[in-house]
């Protein structure tokens, strides 16, 4: 089913498998070809692989089927901004912002705003998404490095790097946790669009495992919270599971 393929493909590019995801994902959108989210994640495959007008006519495509999703302005934005075309990344970043306060925008912006020379109001930016998303490791590396332009002696660039080792580890307890998700799901009989679609449907399937208890219920509730887009509270809960398996 076109759900089976795009999961599969959103598992496989997770896990940084660009040319099988973007295969998959094609297959997904062969059989839906008017799912903006097959679109949508379709082109972050392809952006990943290096296929940009790919990645691009696919967003602009999406954007037709649901204009006002802020995370397809976003990714149509990270394109823009790879591109050089700084004026068309900072009005697609911007928009975004109209609709949602998304990290991801947040911080798009805050980059274009810095290539055009505009660092102070690229600072605001990105402390702003900070607030929004306290763990984003990109966030604030860029925090980082806008505040060493400023003052290289700022006491501040200290505990953001010691914030951003402390990040490291969560996320790779969060990828770790998520792999073994994937394959508590498939040793279960578990279709992955369960888990990531339909939280309660996996947490019951994965609970017929003896042994499994509690940490399926985590294990559901990182994918139920990486599904509705609340990255930072999954990865605590994924490292609340950092020793459990």
Do not use: W
């Given at each position: 089913?076109?759900?089976?393929y795009?999961?599969?493909?959103?598992?496989?590019?997770?896990?940084?498998?660009?040319?099988?995801?973007?295969?998959?994902?094609?297959?997904?959108?062969?059989?839906?070809?008017?799912?903006?989210?097959?679109?949508?994640?379709?082109?972050?495959?392809?952006?990943?692989?290096?296929?940009?007008?790919r990645?691009?006519?696919?967003?602009q495509?999406?954007?037709?089927?649901?204009?006002?999703?802020?995370?397809?302005?976003?990714a149509?934005?990270?394109?823009?901004?790879?591109?050089?075309?700084?004026?068309?990344?900072?009005l697609?970043?911007?928009?975004?912002?109209?609709?949602?306060?998304?990290?991801?925008?947040?911080?798009?912006?805050?980059r274009?705003?810095?290539?055009?020379?505009?660092?102070?109001?690229?600072?605001?930016?990105?402390?702003?998404?900070?607030?929004?998303?306290p763990?984003?490791?990109?966030?604030?590396?860029?925090?980082?490095?806008?505040?060493?332009?400023?003052?290289?002696?700022?006491?501040?660039i200290?505990?953001?790097?010691e914030?951003?080792?402390?990040?490291?580890?969560?996320?790779?307890?969060?990828?770790?946790?998520?792999?073994?998700?994937?394959?508590?799901?498939?040793?279960?009989?578990?279709?992955?669009?369960?888990?990531?679609?339909?939280?309660?449907?996996?947490?019951?399937?994965?609970?017929?495992?003896?042994?499994?208890?509690?940490?399926?219920?985590?294990?559901?509730?990182?994918?139920?919270?990486?599904?509705?887009?609340?990255?930072?509270?999954?990865?605590?809960?994924?490292?609340?599971?950092?020793?459990?398996?």
């Amino acid at each position: 089913s076109a759900a089976a393929y795009e999961i599969r493909g959103r598992i496989a590019l997770a896990r940084g498998e660009k040319a099988r995801a973007l295969e998959l994902l094609e297959k997904a959108l062969s059989v839906r070809p008017d799912s903006p989210m097959i679109l949508f994640h379709l082109a972050r495959a392809a952006f990943q692989k290096g296929a940009t007008a790919r990645a691009f006519g696919a967003l602009q495509k999406a954007q037709e089927l649901q204009p006002l999703d802020p995370r397809i302005h976003v990714a149509l934005g990270d394109i823009h901004l790879q591109r050089g075309e700084l004026s068309a990344a900072e009005l697609a970043f911007g928009y975004a912002l109209t609709q949602a306060a998304s990290p991801r925008a947040l911080l798009g912006l805050g980059r274009t705003l810095e290539l055009q020379g505009e660092v102070a109001r690229a600072e605001r930016m990105y402390r702003k998404a900070l607030s929004l998303a306290p763990m984003e490791i990109e966030v604030l590396e860029r925090l980082v490095q806008v505040i060493e332009r400023r003052d290289p002696e700022d006491r501040e660039i200290r505990s953001l790097r010691e914030r951003i080792a402390g990040v490291s580890k969560a996320s790779a307890d969060f990828d770790r946790i998520v792999r073994q998700f994937s394959k508590l799901a498939d040793a279960h009989g578990q279709r992955c669009e369960d888990a990531r679609g339909n939280p309660s449907k996996a947490l019951e399937g994965l609970q017929k495992n003896p042994g499994v208890g509690k940490a399926a219920t985590t294990l559901a509730r990182v994918a139920a919270l990486e599904h509705s887009g609340e990255t930072r509270r999954a990865r605590q809960a994924a490292a609340s599971l950092a020793t459990a398996f």
